[in-house]
């Protein structure tokens, strides 16, 4: 059926919003289930019944939640369908009845067709008489827009009349493009049968997710403040009403789940449904990316869902994205009502994989441990916000030459931001925050901190395993020299890598010594002594205290407290190249250094054991 203009004007748009809010009650339901499973149900059984029954039960509830949380996304989406079309098309309403009143105004007759009379008006220049009335239909070439012949004077309401005329089709057209795009949408969104919600109707709601995201574009997605400050962002959060919360968490979880300011609860529970859907859009792909983020994705998931370590804190998701090499930041402790708050940075090689969950998300709830022992209101994050370099380890060059600052410059900016973030959540009137960096995280955070004042809201830097930070002394990172902590292990080669010069010497003398013998084993062996001639030559004339990225943090030139550290493992004696660059945070292969970190994050840094310089 062709919409017409009366359709449109007497539309009732409050009932397509009141439909929408009936889908919210009921995913507001499907959340409130959830959350009762998730909260008292499964934690209540798993702490008083055991044996096979038990487990059948706990997996009965988790398959529930599932399904739950299914219904509650799908219902978000057909209240934000709802909700935006009705938003569209009550802006065509508004645009035909400015047309109409236009026309009542003017003594215009408006007919079903949408064509439009108007009355006779003007001075002939023949006999001086009003020119005579007409009809202006949709697209006609109205003889007022022509120029006059000399003899013939325009109507003066020819023009105004196919105006209105082309302002009423516009609106009666836009509306019923508006009421076909919608109705596509509308009719997807449905669920297969069955009390089960494998993981290809997860891949269904991914797309339905995506196909409502671009709908409602003009209703709620360009009002997020993405080029906003934190402290805005989270003003522009407070303001909003319950419903608009919940359309946003329900359409857009990827958005609000990752947008810093928005407080540490509110990201976490977007971003355990936008895990969700993540999961559906990576599910059936072949490449080695997403079969790679998807077992990672899989682990956290199942973190997120089990029960927490005895002593351990609770976990939150802050961020989650398959962009890039992946995004995830995790924080054990809520970080907005925390008075010690951590945020780690890690390093080279790091990207959302199995390893990155198994080793760096057990580094933040190691710290997190540790510094809640000396301080209950603690927590420890660790921060996955960039790319940080891949060792490709095809040859030397080429993981020479990934080694630059590039990605740490890129990733600097994000990381200060994020902190500026836990600033304006936090909910203590001045809390005690660490900057961590690992690795090449350390030069990161450095970089962080050498940028303007400094990383917002830190009071304590802990460089780890650092291969330099670009700066020259602790005055260059901004929280004063004695508010630097360095754990350099002696056994870490990380952090003793040649500085450039000498790198550069030891990549062209071994090219030089290759490439002068015709023999491949010969080639080898030329190549090392090439090698050592180039480090002898690169550097001649550097400073002792020089390594690939500045100054050693651990060297007095610095400036840092070096706190005391196991020496670890010898490199290719004790077990593999760089095992000690491993062990900071685990408190049963480097029992001191773990208990230095968690002193500094609960806010004792004062206690730390301290090591000489080297």
Known sequence: MTLTWAQLRDLKCGELEGAADGWGKASNRADAGRDRIETQLLNGLRDTQHGE????????LRQMSRNLSYVYTECGLLRTTLNSMAHELRAQQRALREALDDAEALKFTVHGDGSVTYPAAGEGLIDGGPLPGGTATVGAAAPGLHAPSGLVAPNPNVAKAQDIADRVAKAVRTAAEIDWRYARILRKLKAEEGLKVPDSTWQDAAGDAAAVRDAARGYLKEAIPRDATPAERKAWWSALTDEQREEYLAVYPDQIGNLDGIPALVRDAANRDNIQLLMGKLEGRDDTKSETQLAALREIDRQLRGASEPGAPPMYLLGISDEGLGRAIVSFGDPDTSRNVSAYVPGLGTSLDESFVHNDIERARSTAIGARAMDPLSASIVWLGYDPPQLPAENIQENLAVMSDRDARIGAPAYSQFMEGLSATNRNSDPHVTAIGHSYGSLTVGMAAQSGSGIPGVDDIVLLGSPGTGAETVEDLKVGKGHVYV????????????????????????????????????GVAAGVVGAGVGYLLGDAGTRESQIYYGT??????????????????????????????SNYFDPEKDEESARNVAKIVSGHGERVSIQGYR
Do not use: C, M, W, Y
Request: no cysteine; glycine share 12%; net charge negative.
């Open 53 to 60: 029954a038990a487990k059948a039960a706990v997996g009965r």
């Open 487 to 522: 754990g350099a292990a002696e056994n870490d080669p990380v952090t003793k890598l040649p500085n450039h010069a000498e790198a550069l010497g030891v990549v062209e003398g071994f090219k030089t010594g290759f490439s002068s013998q015709s023999r491949p084993e010969a």
């Open 552 to 581: 050693d943090p651990a060297r007095a030139e610095f400036g840092a407290q070096r706190i005391r550290v196991d020496d670890g493992p010898r490199p290719l004696i004790d077990g593999g190249p760089a095992d000690a660059h």
